[in-house]
């Protein structure tokens, strides 16, 4: 089945730097990506996702990219804000389930 | 407003004691599932439903049971729960399987089995 591993666990950066996470998947088969993102007491809320025929997408300060050739996709957040602190999880469609990976903890330093 | 409604939000019970977390969504979403979060595991899911009386396993659904008799509301038993069971646990749903549908989550169920 699909398995999905996300780096880094945990992620400090300054605001207004950029922050990237990274994320593999095992099956050749999934063809849709979300990135979600999980703020302290709450459920996650989809942030960006990205379909395979696709190789990257934008919106204001988040993107995402895939490489389906290497099997990995990454979020990139541009001027990182303290609004920007949270858990974010990547995650893959399989046999109508989504497989996520295991969060990373953006931190925004001031 | 658009919302999956969970309840309770917290719960502390005993081991053996059968408990039901309820899950009810007013968006007329077929597909609705139970996951549960651990640290360091992500999010698992236990089981999930593509339509009324239409139910299937996920990847951890030992020890637990759902039912989808009417469309907005997807109960999660545990007939017997164990001390292994103390996790969070979000209900998700989504109009159709998550294959390209943003999946709307409710606010999480934290269960603490003694």
């Given at each position: 089945g699909e398995n999905v591993e996300q780096h880094p666990s945990t992620l400090s950066v300054q605001e207004g730097d950029s922050a990237v996470i990274k994320c593999t998947y095992s099956?050749?088969?999934?063809n849709y990506f979300p990135w979600y993102k999980q703020e302290l007491g709450k459920g996650p809320q989809l942030i960006i996702d990205i379909r395979s025929n696709v190789g990257e997408k934008k919106d204001q300060r988040i993107a995402v990219t895939l490489n389906k050739t290497a099997k990995h996709f990454s979020l990139h957040i541009t001027e990182?804000?303290?609004?920007?602190s949270a858990v974010y999880f990547c995650a893959a469609h399989s046999n109508y389930q989504l497989i996520w990976g295991a969060g990373t903890k953006l931190i925004i330093k001031p | 407003e658009a919302q999956v409604t969970q309840n309770p939000r917290y719960l502390i019970t005993v081991t053996g004691k059968k408990l039901t977390v309820t899950c009810s969504q007013?968006?007329?979403?077929e597909y609705m599932s139970w996951y549960r979060q651990d640290p360091g595991l992500g999010l698992r899911q236990i089981y999930y439903s593509m339509n009324v009386e239409v139910t299937d396993k996920g990847d951890v659904p030992e020890g637990y049971k759902v039912s989808r008799k009417e469309k907005r509301n997807f109960p999660l038993i545990l007939e017997s729960p164990s001390p292994n069971q103390t996790s969070l646990y979000f209900c998700a749903s989504s109009f159709s399987a998550p294959n390209n549908q943003p999946q709307h989550f409710g606010d999480g169920t934290r269960l603490s089995i003694l």
């Amino acid at each position: 089945g699909e398995n999905v591993e996300q780096h880094p666990s945990t992620l400090s950066v300054q605001e207004g730097d950029s922050a990237v996470i990274k994320c593999t998947y095992s099956d050749s088969a999934s063809n849709y990506f979300p990135w979600y993102k999980q703020e302290l007491g709450k459920g996650p809320q989809l942030i960006i996702d990205i379909r395979s025929n696709v190789g990257e997408k934008k919106d204001q300060r988040i993107a995402v990219t895939l490489n389906k050739t290497a099997k990995h996709f990454s979020l990139h957040i541009t001027e990182t804000q303290p609004e920007d602190s949270a858990v974010y999880f990547c995650a893959a469609h399989s046999n109508y389930q989504l497989i996520w990976g295991a969060g990373t903890k953006l931190i925004i330093k001031p | 407003e658009a919302q999956v409604t969970q309840n309770p939000r917290y719960l502390i019970t005993v081991t053996g004691k059968k408990l039901t977390v309820t899950c009810s969504q007013n968006m007329n979403h077929e597909y609705m599932s139970w996951y549960r979060q651990d640290p360091g595991l992500g999010l698992r899911q236990i089981y999930y439903s593509m339509n009324v009386e239409v139910t299937d396993k996920g990847d951890v659904p030992e020890g637990y049971k759902v039912s989808r008799k009417e469309k907005r509301n997807f109960p999660l038993i545990l007939e017997s729960p164990s001390p292994n069971q103390t996790s969070l646990y979000f209900c998700a749903s989504s109009f159709s399987a998550p294959n390209n549908q943003p999946q709307h989550f409710g606010d999480g169920t934290r269960l603490s089995i003694l």
